[in-house]
């Protein structure tokens, strides 16, 4: 498959090219040449198949052409080795939990699979030259990736952090892992570690010294396999008999994982519609009120994974939909919310049905609440384990949440980190002298 910049159709590269790059030579984002759809006979068996099996026939559209199909099942099964539920909060409302991977966050399938993916490029190539990740990460993304890479053979994953502004339990998720991957604390803010990952890959001196690459959304090959998520939620939704009318609420920042659940409708999976649901960053939102996409600095928030000022995967959409706003407003509609309403949300769902939403996942259910109409049934992805973001969620719900076995086991392990400045030619120096 052919895959192009969303700046420059004839800007073209391989699967190969696109994985290893990232981002395209135009800082364009890499799109697949064609969605192809998926037949009738697929859609009508669905809810019979595993989660494995469905990614597998999703997997075979995108990477069939350059993967052999049994390579590609490998790196399928390998990756999903843990369920995705649909779990009934009340009627008409479902809550599809993509927290059960290792890190408990949705980012940790599209790690496993670049991971594996890369991994596999890396062997068919034969050579023996190391490839080198770099990931600068606000929480989320650095211990998804981390542990997608744990242990996988000529790659080594630096993750740059800000110093004292990660959780304590995110940052044990990195930290505590030792073999292919260093955890650099740089003494800055997140846009710091992004600025220093930046400049690495600028940088000719360094890129001939040593293989470098970015693991971040844009990456096609974290943001393809998330669209597994819409086809196994649909599934499960049929196997219950509440397949029509779906509507799915993705609660969103960068936006790379509702434009992979957009690609999916585009592959014929029936979906009705989907909802965004942003927290204050709501520049989405304001793009469908006005048709103007206005980039704004981020605002922090208690849902902090969502707060994008300017949303990468934006550029697919634009370019889906062919720059217009009211095709994509036919497909998609915004919500947003503010952190009094998400603490609130987070209380009235606690009270009234005893399930517990992290702040992403609120956005995501109010958004359905507020959005639904008659005889629609709606989904919303919960993006990450409320233990996760345990302050926030037991302050407002007056009770302790209980930390799940697979976060407790990082929080016994040792920190292992390398304090750098954010001084560019500091980080230079370590990664040549290592
Ligand atoms: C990354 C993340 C999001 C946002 O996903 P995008 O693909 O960036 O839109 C939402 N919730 C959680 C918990 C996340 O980690």
Known sequence: ??????????????????????????????????????????????????????????????????????????????????????????????????????????????????????????????????????????????????????????????????????????????????????????????????????????????????????????????????SFYYFNAYAQMKAKGLADDLVVCVPSGNFGNITSGIFGMKMGLPIKRFIAANNSNDIFYNYLQTGKYSPKASVQTIANAMDVGDPSNFARIYDLYKGSRDAVAADVSGARFSDDQIRETIKDVFTRTGYLCDPHGACGYRALKEGLKPGETGVFLETAHPAKFKDTVEKVIGQQVEIPAKLAAFMKGKKQSVALSKNFEDFKKFLIER
């Not at 940088?203 to 998330?226: C, G, W, Y």
């Open 1 to 226: 498959m052919i895959y192009y910049s969303t700046n420059n159709k004839e800007n073209t590269a391989s699967l190969e090219q696109a994985v290893v790059t990232g981002l395209a030579s135009d800082r364009g984002l890499y799109m697949p040449e064609k969605l192809k759809a998926l037949p009738k006979e697929f859609f009508d068996n669905i809810q019979n198949l595993s989660f494995q099996e469905i990614a597998f026939e999703v997997a075979k559209a995108f990477f069939g052409e350059d993967v052999p199909a049994e390579d590609l099942k490998k790196i399928v099964y390998d990756t999903l080795a843990f369920e995705t539920p649909v779990v009934k909060v009340e009627d008409n409302i479902y809550s599809l939990e993509l927290f059960h991977g290792p890190t408990l966050a949705f980012k940790d399938v599209g790690g496993r699979f670049m991971a594996r993916l890369l991994g596999y490029f890396n062997a068919k190539e034969g050579n023996d030259r190391l490839v080198n990740v770099l990931v600068a990460t606000s929480g989320d993304t650095g211990s998804a990736v981390a542990n997608g890479f744990l242990g996988v053979p000529g790659i080594h994953v630096y993750v740059l952090y800000p110093k004292g502004k990660v959780s304590p339990i995110q940052e044990c998720q990195f930290t505590t892992l030792g073999q292919n991957i260093t955890a650099i604390e740089v003494d800055g803010v997140f846009d710091d570690c992004q600025a220093l990952v930046k400049a690495a890959f600028m940088d000719k001196e360094l890129n001939a010294h040593m293989k470098l690459t970015s693991a971040n959304s844009i990456n096609v090959a974290r943001f393809l396999p998330q």
